[in-house]
């Protein structure tokens, strides 16, 4: 290529260079809340670690479901909410004996929905921040992620990040039951 249309090339290519990287950055902007919290594309590669939680695959739940105390499963997976109830489109799976506090790990809770979820956890744990909660959901899913956090937040101290939750627990062949929401409020 000629030197004069290298030349003629490269800002243009910075430039575009550029615009790429600044778009990507205004894009992450509008992933999280001011506070942290991932608010869109829920479904997207999650991070491998999360600050106050530990990071559990499915041998290490199958570990700590036979410990003493047990710890409480939470599964977060959305479930649509139209006129003040769940909207059953589709059958629910969970891993056996969770909770199922759907809707609380989106990112941006309205005072009900974050009611729902302090009050819900304040009576599975009864009262004590120390007892285990794992959350889960599906694999490269941040809802779980925003859970955890918003528990952490909650001043909630024992606290496992179930990272590919569901779909790992079926990839290794582990029954699972039919869900229901907890009641909303």
């Known amino acids: 290529m ?4 290298r030349c ?3 800002p243009a290519l910075a430039a575009l260079s550029l615009g790429l990287l600044l778009s990507t950055a205004q894009a992450d902007t509008t992933l999280f809340s001011a506070d942290g919290y991932r608010i869109g594309l829920y ?3 999650t991070p491998d670690q999360l ?3 530990t990071l559990i695959d499915t041998p290490a739940l199958q570990a700590l479901l036979n410990q003493s105390p047990r710890p409480v499963l939470i599964d977060v997976y959305r479930r649509q909410w139209l006129q003040g109830q769940f909207i059953e489109d589709q059958p629910h799976e969970n ?3 969770s909770h199922w506090l759907a809707n609380t790990g989106d990112g941006d809770l309205t005072p009900a929905w974050q009611d729902y979820f302090s009050r819900n956890l304040k009576s599975l744990t009864g ?3 120390t007892q285990p909660l794992v959350f889960y959901c599906r694999s490269d899913c ?3 992620w925003n859970a955890v956090k918003r528990a952490a937040t ?3 101290k024992t606290l496992y990040w179930y990272r590919d939750g569901l779909d790992a627990w079926q990839a290794a062949n582990l029954p699972v039951s039919p869900a229901r929401p907890e009641p909303f409020p």
């Open 8 to 10: 003629l090339l490269r």
């Open 154 to 156: 909650m001043g909630y």
């Open 51 to 53: 600050q106050g939680a």
């Open 2 to 5: 000629p030197r004069a249309r």
């Open 43 to 45: 479904r997207s590669p």
């Open 95 to 97: 891993l056996p004996g």
């Open 127 to 129: 009262g004590d921040p």
């Open 142 to 144: 941040w809802l779980s």
